[in-house]
């Protein structure tokens, strides 16, 4: 990770004024690294619900369509330091979103990708939104994680969890699944930014790619989706699509 990309705060301390001349006032200075990761998704996926959870601890009593980004940080302790996560949840709808995506990309650390388990075709657009980040230059050296979301709701889910290993690895990311709603999963999303909280501030990437000669690492089998005949073929472990109401 550059140098320069890195943005730090700075917090003054100092012990309590003396008025015996011959104390000194020793004041320290310390800086706390911040961290941009962007969330991003079809709308309607939940992102703005998973980024509420981890920062406030609990599922939004009201949500509504984010136009265009929506701010939230966190600070976490890291072996010991204290490093603030700032999240950037952009709308998923292009109209919402356009005028906005040069200063979405910039000077990012970190991306988390949100697919609605429920809904193949939140997933079957994951290839166009990497697409995206691939455009706007981030490398693969920014860790990137995909997310299920919406797993509590088990009688309705489209998207098998080892097609999404699949691509998952195919693209060299860790796959979770987990539920923004459940508070029995609130766990997991922590374990999402968490992990991440760890790699940049140690800045490895996610996983060791061992690229093989087709840019993919070596022993992984690359699964394309879309609305291809062959993609629909791995279709059917799924249930029907089912729209749902959250506008999270």
Same mark, same amino acid.
């Given at each position: 990770m550059?140098?320069?990309?890195?943005?730090t705060?700075?917090?003054?301390?100092?012990?309590?004024p003396?008025?015996?001349?011959s104390?000194?006032v /020793?004041?320290?200075? =310390?800086?706390?690294?911040i961290?941009k990761? /962007?969330v991003?998704? #079809?709308?309607?996926v939940g992102?703005?619900?998973?980024t $509420?959870r981890?920062?406030?601890?609990?599922f939004?009593?009201?949500?509504?369509?984010?136009?265009?980004?929506?701010?939230r940080?966190?600070?976490?302790?890291v072996d010991?330091?204290?490093?603030?996560?700032?999240?950037?949840? =952009?709308a998923?709808?292009?109209?919402?979103r356009?005028s906005?995506?040069?200063? $979405?990309?910039?000077?990012?650390?970190a991306?988390v990708?949100?697919? #609605? @388990? =429920?809904k193949?075709?939140?997933f079957?657009?994951?290839?166009?939104? +990497?697409?995206?980040?691939d455009?706007?230059?981030?490398?693969?050296?920014?860790?990137? /994680?995909?997310?299920?979301?919406k797993?509590?709701m088990t009688?309705?889910?489209?998207?098998?969890?080892n097609?999404?290993?699949?691509?998952? #690895?195919?693209?060299t990311?860790p796959?979770?699944?987990?539920?923004?709603?459940d508070?029995?999963?609130?766990?997991? +999303?922590?374990?999402?930014?968490?992990?991440l909280?760890?790699?940049?501030k140690?800045s490895?990437p996610m996983?060791s790619?061992f690229v093989?000669?087709g840019g993919y690492?070596?022993?992984?089998?690359? @699964?394309? @989706?879309?609305?291809?005949p062959?993609?629909r073929?791995?279709?059917?472990?799924?249930?029907?699509?089912?729209?749902?109401?959250?506008?999270c």
């Open positions: 550059e140098e320069k990309n890195m943005m705060e700075t917090h003054s301390a100092s012990n309590s003396s008025k015996d001349p104390v000194t /020793i004041e320290k200075q =310390t800086q706390r690294r961290f990761i /962007i991003i998704g #079809d709308s309607n992102k703005t619900c998973l $509420y981890f920062c406030t601890g609990k939004p009593d009201k949500t509504e369509a984010t136009i265009g980004v929506d701010f940080e966190r600070t976490v302790d010991g330091e204290q490093i603030k996560l700032q999240l950037w949840d =952009t998923g709808q292009e109209r919402f356009k906005m995506v040069q200063h $979405y990309y910039r000077n990012v650390h991306v990708f949100v697919y #609605d @388990v =429920t193949m075709s939140s079957e657009n994951m290839p166009g939104w +990497i697409e995206e980040c455009r706007h230059n981030l490398n693969l050296e920014i860790p990137r /994680i995909l997310v299920g979301n797993c509590d009688d309705k889910v489209a998207v098998n969890t097609l999404a290993q699949k691509f998952a #690895d195919s693209h990311m796959l979770f699944e987990t539920s923004a709603k508070e029995e999963k609130a766990n997991h +999303i922590d374990a999402i930014f968490l992990t909280a760890h790699k940049l140690n490895k996983m790619p093989g000669p690492p070596n022993n992984v089998q690359v @699964v394309t @989706v879309g609305k291809s062959e993609s073929g791995l279709q059917k472990m799924s249930t029907e699509d089912k729209q749902d109401q959250c506008s």
